[in-house]
């Protein structure tokens, strides 16, 4: 188990569920397009046929796709597709400083994730567009007794877009298993802020690292597909038997010092862009989070196309609001207007 890990040590699995991929864009409701390429091994093992709904049933599948273009003045969504559970309301245009720029809120219409789900979710933001893209309340993936669940996110940024992408925190309940894959695919001129908040358990329960495994990929990619960045956690409290049956809360091998240290909240986030040096994002990032009393840990992205940070803490409120202060920081400096108020409650 490790929170970053080696590609090439992480070879590709095929899920049982997907056919081999063939030269034709699959259908959307072919199990060649809502799983993903590879699924981790760890979250792999648990692979069962559900005795209730199984993969690619009413329901279990997922899709959104949403397109963005530039229209006149501003950005509009210009294609919708949505499949339930995953949907949303209509963009809303509330920034004071970016009255162009939409915020679209991610919905599902289940509360949360369960047992063989499959969701896919495309976002497409064309040249010169602008967007802010975020979730109405954090996710949650309910305890399974059969299989696993899989969300995937792939974003694409046009030529000088300028996209935010900051969902609320996972919370992944007791015995749960889950794999999440963000995949941003940008082009060299646009601008990419990307966040993922994983919280260890219903921490006002008491319930702290009893999931079975949580798993996620983030990879960076250009137009052409080539990997600039990949970034893998694997958090397996029970190890790689597993932990079947157990209730309550639990650590393992996850609260070693390489990985969450004893700590209930990880975070990160990616600064993708040509507007800013990316040392001079990393530096910012530093003096951002400094003196709040969390660990982290900040780096330049290869090929020097931006800057990310890990952090973690004790409290969802204290990460919440760091991670606030990165995305306010990071948006004055580069587009020059700060964050708005996204008035969640």
């Known amino acids: 188990m490790s929170v970053v890990a080696d590609p090439v040590a992480d070879p590709p699995h095929t899920p049982p569920h997907a056919p081999p991929r063939g030269l034709l864009p699959p259908a959307r409701l072919e199990p060649a397009h809502y799983e993903p390429p590879r699924v981790p091994l760890e979250v792999l093992r648990h692979s069962s046929v559900p005795d209730t709904l199984g993969v690619g049933r009413p329901g279990k599948v997922g899709l959104l796709e949403l397109a963005f273009e530039r229209v006149g003045d501003r950005t509009e969504l ?17 920034d004071p400083y970016r009255p162009d720029l939409p915020i679209t809120f991610l919905m599902s219409t289940g509360g949360g994730v369960i047992q063989a789900d499959r969701l896919r979710t495309d976002l497409s933001f064309g040249p010169g567009t602008s967007a802010h893209v975020t979730t109405q309340a954090a996710t949650k993936v309910y305890r399974m007794e059969h299989d696993y669940a ?23 309940y007791v015995d749960s298993r889950f794999y999440q894959r963000t995949v941003i695919t940008a082009d060299p001129t646009a601008t990419v802020l990307v966040s993922e908040t994983v919280l260890s358990g219903r921490l006002a329960r008491g319930e702290r690292n009893a999931y079975q495994v949580f798993a996620s990929d983030f990879e960076l990619r250009r137009p052409g597909g080539e990997l ?14 597993g932990a079947a049956g157990r209730s309550g809360s639990g650590s393992g091998s996850v609260d070693g010092p390489a990985v969450l240290a004893g700590h209930s909240v ?17 530096d910012l990032l530093h003096a951002t989070l400094a003196g709040r009393g969390l660990a982290y840990g900040v780096s330049v992205l290869p090929q020097d196309c931006g800057a ?16 606030g202060a990165v995305w306010d920081a990071v948006r004055r400096r580069l587009i020059g207007v700060p964050a708005p108020d996204l008035r969640k409650t």
Do not use: N
Request: with cysteine; hydrophobic share 50%.
């Open 78 to 94: 210009v294609r919708h597709y949505q499949k339930s559970p995953l949907q949303i309301m209509r963009p809303l245009y509330f």
């Open 150 to 172: 899989v969300a995937q996110t792939l974003l694409t940024a046009g030529p000088d877009a300028y996209v935010e992408y900051l969902p609320d925190p996972v919370i992944p």
């Open 228 to 241: 600039v960045a990949l970034d893998t956690v694997r958090l397996e409290p029970g190890g790689a038997a």
């Open 266 to 282: 990880m975070a990160c986030f990616f600064a993708v862009s040509p507007l800013a040096p990316a040392r001079e994002l990393a």
């Open 308 to 323: 990310w940070v890990r952090l973690l803490g004790e409290h969802t409120e204290a990460v919440t609001r760091a991670l």
